[in-house]
């Protein structure tokens, strides 16, 4: 009966994880039985995947409980829960992107296995509380991401760019690697709560700083933070939707959710403060400067780019210098503002990219002209694409200004707040006005400009339609509902 118990517990821990991975395999066994293995079969593993992400997603919410932990590597909290759930939701709806818009790849059975293989490397990253499940779980997700980057063999572009992508992942782990080994050498201890107890007393060793610093360059990379974001207008250019959806929503996410729980769990004594202009040792300065240069980068880079991947793609890194502005105020409050935010940052870039695809067909460098007249050639898709980017605009009252104004009040809500991040929120007020430039130039195209004599006739399925009304609806009921989430957002930071 103990051990039968002891069992009991143990798949409840890992479970949304464990139906992923087996989701995965089940795909893989289908494809081998099959004699065929063109874009026909690509629906089919598609529904397979949406199944088992669904189970998974009702798992995190209903059936797992918290307070289990494997040990001090991997715990389940009401945080952990909630963003495993927004992570699994997120991937359902990649998922169905693909299904309703199948590329036409070969192998179709490695190519969801993959994707699933990834998302369930980012759930076990959620509930990583030691440094060596932390690592395990990024290249666990990292791998298949760079594999799913070079899987359309007939691009060569793709390979050329998923072997770009492969190196500098290649480098930034080898960064997190090293700080991860500096860290442990110093406190003795890979557990994030025994690290913690380190920082209490000997927050300020220059080894631990050194380390520190060292991680966060490899994280910088993960989450696509200036100056380490050479990758990713080339990566959200040259890959397979479904592909751009998992690196621009789910990866982000997890990475987050990750760096907040090492930094604010594991080195909270070791933060440092904005204290005016004289900003004292610790990680809290870094992360400020990475949140700048992100917010400056980003959104300059985005004002010159034509091609509507590669302005999405710089406009991401944008999204993350305001993201880690919340991780410079480590309260509750701003755990929730940053989950909220990236959840709905993810919501709107799968339906902003699936749209794209419903009016570009496999153009992965389409222009602002591919748009013109959209609003005549199929005004509904107008209608959601108009919400979409205004929300990444942070237009009210939809969710994108609900998600940017809690995380710039969550900032400004930190205990002993300082000029310096005042100073901070005054910047992101700054970068997201210069970035209404950009996204209205995007429905500038799609609603002032006329038709051109070869614009592409559009004939979306039901299905198409419904992905892109899904995370429209969604974003709009997060907007104008934003309590009930926020607050159970809240609930789980603050008992974490």
Same mark, same amino acid.
Request: glycine share 10%.
């Given at each position: ?11 409840? #821990? ?10 995965? #395999? ?9 004699? *065929? ?12 995947? /949406?199944?088992?992400?669904? #189970? ?19 715990? &389940? ?83 050329? &760019? ?78 397979? *939707? ?7 929503? !789910? ?7 990750? /760096? ?34 992100? /917010? ?10 034509? $091609? ?35 959840? !709905? ?58 998600? $940017? ?18 100073? #901070? ?18 429905? $500038? ?26 995370? !429209? ?24």
């Amino acid at each position: 009966m103990i051990q039968e118990a002891i069992h009991t517990d143990l798949f409840r #821990l890992i479970a949304p994880e464990c139906l992923t991975v087996v989701t995965a #395999l089940i795909i893989l066994a289908v494809s081998f039985g099959r004699k *065929t293995t063109q874009s026909s079969s690509g629906p089919l593993y598609g529904v397979i995947g /949406m199944i088992g992400l669904a #189970l998974a997603f009702l798992v995190s919410l209903f059936y797992q409980s918290t307070g289990f932990s494997l040990g001090s590597a991997f715990i &389940v909290t009401d945080a952990t829960r909630w963003i495993k759930a927004g992570l699994l939701l997120m991937g359902f709806l990649i998922f169905w992107q693909h299904t309703a818009s199948p590329s036409h790849i070969g192998n179709q059975g490695e190519f969801h296995a993959l994707m699933l293989f990834a998302i369930a490397g980012m759930s076990l990253l959620i509930g990583a509380d030691h440094l060596l499940m932390i690592f395990v779980a990024l290249e666990i997700t990292a791998l298949s991401l760079y594999i799913l980057a070079a899987i359309d063999k007939t691009n060569t572009l793709a390979t050329r &760019v998923a072997l770009k992508y492969f190196l500098i992942g290649g480098l930034s782990a080898a960064f997190v690697l090293y700080g991860f080994s500096l860290i442990f050498g110093v406190a003795g201890t890979m557990s994030l709560s025994g690290i913690a107890e380190h920082c209490q007393t000997n927050g300020n060793d220059p080894l631990l700083m050194m380390g520190i610093l060292m991680a966060l360059v490899g994280f910088g990379f993960k989450v696509a933070a200036a100056p380490f974001h050479w990758w990713v207008a080339d990566v959200y250019t040259s890959t397979l *939707t479904p592909v751009t959806c998992l690196i621009a929503s !789910t990866s982000k996410v997890a990475g987050f959710f990750v /760096m907040g729980r090492f930094l604010w769990h594991g080195l909270i004594g070791a933060q440092g403060s904005l204290d005016g202009w004289e900003w004292t040792q610790g990680w809290i300065p870094w992360i400020a400067m990475l949140a700048v240069l992100s /917010m400056l980068v980003g959104n300059l880079a985005a004002l010159r780019q034509t $091609k509507l991947r590669r302005l999405i793609g710089f406009s991401a890194v944008a999204h993350t210098g305001y993201a880690l502005l919340g991780l410079c105020s480590p309260t509750p409050q701003a755990s929730a503002s940053i989950a909220f935010y990236m959840l !709905t940052y993810g919501l709107s870039v799968i339906g902003l990219l699936s749209l794209l695809e419903l009016t570009q067909g496999n153009q992965k460098d389409a222009e602002h002209r591919q748009l013109e007249g959209l609003w005549r050639r199929a005004p509904w898709l107008a209608a959601c694409l108009m919400l979409l980017v205004l929300s990444l605009a942070g237009i009210p009252p939809l969710v994108g200004f609900i998600a $940017k104004f809690n995380l710039f009040i969550a900032a400004l809500n930190t205990p002993h707040q300082t000029l310096g991040l005042i100073g #901070l929120v005054v910047l992101a007020l700054g970068a997201s006005a210069v970035s209404l430039y950009y996204y209205l130039g995007v429905l $500038k195209a799609a609603f002032c400009l006329d038709q051109p004599d070869e614009a592409m006739e559009l004939k979306p399925s039901t299905s198409q339609y419904g992905l892109v009304f899904t995370c !429209t609806l969604l974003t709009l009921l997060f907007g104008v509902f934003p309590g009930w989430l926020l607050t159970r957002f809240l609930e789980a930071f603050s008992g974490a």
